[in-house]
């Protein structure tokens, strides 16, 4: 999976998000930034990328994923 391809992804959810991937293949460290994270935990925070991410988590295209999510 490609950077872009996960920039993507979140921002079809996250239209403001600042998203930077970090990784190759399969295995990334994204950091999020996002004004819709703000009174979210920071369970609540993963969830909503995690879920945005779903599909290519169980395709295979992503397969270890670490999220840093952030408040702007």
């Known amino acids: 999976m490609t950077d872009q391809e996960i920039i993507s992804l ?10 930077i991937p970090e990784g190759e293949g399969c295995s990334f460290k994204i950091t999020v930034t996002s004004g819709a994270f703000e009174d979210k935990s920071l369970i609540e925070q993963h969830r909503m990328v995690n879920a945005l991410l779903a599909d290519a988590i169980k395709s295979g295209a992503l397969h270890a994923v670490t999220l840093d999510t952030r408040c702007p």
Request: aromatic letters at 0%.
């Open 10 to 19: 979140i921002r079809q959810g996250l239209p403001d998000a600042d998203v």
